[in-house]
């Protein structure tokens, strides 16, 4: 099992483009989760999706979208990108019990995005 | 406001000597605390949460919910043991399937 994986390892974009990233999860689970670290920072909530659907949203503008696939694996996209936005971009994939209380995650390599 | 709080970024510790990472959590509810750490090079991974009340690599953690605190211990740290470790919660409990990290901190075991 090759955990979860991330696609592309590292991306140069300029401001105002719009880039996709992408997710597949540890064989057996059904959710993903996106996270942007910032340098010297911890891990920010993004989003997280199940069923195919945005069940959870951090603070975050409109300009991060995402979407699941029917296999679960994810994409994340980030529209009219600002200097700002560079960072790692972490996925974090869990299995969803119902009535279960606590969910890990497991984490990506990341995808380290810089903007010019 | 939720959030999670590590006060140290940056903790230098000898070989054999005891080792506490802080971390202080502010939460409207019943969250899951969960410490995460990262070695040189790794993913980051799970060390440990405190529904499971266990002793991972000598480490535990004691949620301390009257101090809203949940500080990870080890009595006689190793080299092995420097890493970036990261204190998180999931609002599960709660309903609601945010997770929040705090800063983090660095461990340096030194020889």
């Known amino acids: 099992d090759a955990g979860v994986t991330q696609s592309p390892t590292h991306l140069i974009k300029t401001r105002g483009q719009q880039v996709t990233l992408r997710c597949s999860p540890k064989?057996?689970?059904?959710?993903v989760s996106w996270y942007q670290q910032a340098l010297g920072q911890g891990p920010q909530f993004i989003f997280q999706y199940y069923e195919e659907e945005e069940r959870q949203r951090g603070n975050f503008p409109d300009r991060f979208s995402g979407h699941q696939f029917p296999n679960y694996s994810s994409e994340l996209n980030v529209n009219a990108l600002l200097l700002g936005d560079s960072a790692l971009y972490l996925c974090?994939?869990?299995?969803?019990?119902?009535?279960?209380?606590?969910?890990?995650?497991?984490f990506g390599p990341g995808t380290r995005l810089t903007v010019l | 406001a939720q959030r999670v709080t590590q006060p140290e970024k940056l903790l230098s510790v000898f070989k054999g000597a005891p080792v506490e990472l802080k971390c202080n959590y502010s939460y409207s509810g019943s969250p899951e605390l969960f410490w995460y750490v990262q070695y040189s090079r790794q993913r980051l991974q799970l060390l440990l949460r405190h529904i499971s009340r266990e002793s991972i690599k000598g480490f535990t953690a004691d949620l301390n919910k009257g101090e809203t605190s949940f500080h990870l211990k080890k009595p006689f740290a190793q080299e092995e043991d420097s890493a970036m470790y990261y204190c998180?919660?999931?609002?599960?409990?709660?309903?609601?399937?945010?997770?929040?990290f705090g800063t983090g901190t660095r461990l340096k075991v030194l020889a």
């Open positions: 998180a919660l999931s609002g599960r409990g709660s309903g609601t399937y945010k997770y929040i």
């Open positions: 064989s057996g689970h059904d959710t």
């Open positions: 974090a994939s869990s299995l969803y019990h119902r009535g279960q209380v606590t969910d890990t995650q497991y």
